[in-house]
């Protein structure tokens, strides 16, 4: 498909350019591993500066965490 429409391709790429730095950005999310595969570690980029976690730490925080219904976590991104 990328060989008839080179647009296409283009335009795929961006978008998926653009969903990575979103979700490094973004509060609820945990980050990327932008360097992945040569190290496991997820970026995620605050107003204080890059925050990297590891696999062992997410992991830490996901047993933390409790469940949030939509509503709340739209009143989270609200602050």
């Known amino acids: 498909m990328f060989y008839q429409n080179w647009l296409f391709g283009v335009l795929l790429a961006l978008a998926i350019l653009l969903h990575l730095i979103h979700d490094t950005t973004d509060k609820n999310f ?15 980029l605050r107003r204080t500066g890059w925050e990297t976690k590891t696999r062992q730490m997410l992991a830490r925080e996901a047993e933390k965490k409790k469940e949030r219904s ?10």
């Not at 591993?33 to 190290?39: A, K, R």
């Not at 939509?70 to 602050?79: E, F, P, Y």
């Open 30 to 44: 945990d980050g990327v591993p932008w360097l992945w595969p040569f190290n496991k570690n997820s970026y995620k």
């Open 70 to 79: 939509t509503s709340q976590i739209l009143r989270d991104n609200k602050t």
